[in-house]
């Protein structure tokens, strides 16, 4: 993947006027298939290039049936894309949108708790400073 996405402020404030109630429900089962911890295994495994089912299998040691139904489930709803090549299957991800949108609440999540964990560090400094005795 080698592609440069640009959002500025005012495409995402035209997305929340824009965007009728009907499609978030749309919007909604995206998020409810990232909500998976599976399928985001899946998805990392699908960033570099595509990959047969056992391939995937191996990638993120997982039972055949289970990464199987998910992907399905993942092809079913326009997640990922697959190709047939004889007996083996082949899948990808249909839209690199999607692994963006992964990459930028991992970085969220990531942030927020190093936010949090910063706040604890100061509290844990601050006990301990008021814990000391003074000298005079």
Known sequence: MN????ITT???TKWNLILPDEMLEAVSNRFKL???PMRLKILRALCDRERTVQ???NAINANQANVSKHLALMYDNGMVTRRKD???CYYRIADDSTVFACYLTSKSV???LQHRLNQVQNFKSTLQN???PTTH
């Open 110 to 112: 990531v942030e927020n």
């Open 10 to 12: 005012d495409e995402v």
């Open 86 to 88: 004889g007996l083996k």
């Open 55 to 57: 391939e995937i299998v």
């Open 130 to 132: 008021e814990a000391t």
């Open 34 to 36: 990232l909500s998976e």
């Open 3 to 6: 592609k440069t996405f640009t």
